[in-house]
Nanobody, 117 residues
Framework: QVRLVESGGGSVQAGGSLNLSCVAS????????MGWYRQRPGKERELVSS???????YYMDSVKGRFTISQDNVKNTLYLQMISLKPDDTAMYYC???????????WGRGTQVTVSS
């Protein structure tokens, strides 16, 4: 059974930092591309950052230079380092894995990030 478990969310002031983690189990970790999504209040879920099986990276424009995605294939863990956080980054952040036919197959339950001004 595939499981994705996020952690590391919390409440910080603007300008602060958080490091999100997503521990994966139930499949061969480095066989799948992975991504971080977020859903801000009243908005649709959006792709924040992703990493393919071959290591290609994607960042949405508003987080470029502030967020860094990485993964540890030994620990089966995906990370998202977030610095210079802004109130607009407030959202539930979700980990997703195994990009097939235009969508991710597996999802975590999310971790809340709240940034106050």
């Amino acid at each position: 059974q595939v499981r994705l478990v996020e952690s590391g969310g919390g409440s910080v002031q603007a300008g602060g930092s958080l490091n999100l983690s997503c521990v994966a189990s139930g499949y061969i970790f480095d066989h799948c591309g992975m991504g971080w999504y977020r859903q801000r209040p009243g908005k649709e879920r959006e792709l924040v950052s992703s990493i393919t099986r071959t290591g290609l990276l994607y960042y949405m424009d508003s987080v470029k230079g502030r967020f860094t995605i990485s993964q540890d294939n030994v620990k089966n863990t995906l990370y998202l380092q977030m610095i210079s956080l802004k109130p607009d980054d407030t959202a539930m952040y979700y980990c997703a894995s195994c990009y097939v036919d235009g969508k991710y197959e597996y999802w975590g339950r999310g971790t809340q990030v709240t940034v106050s001004s």
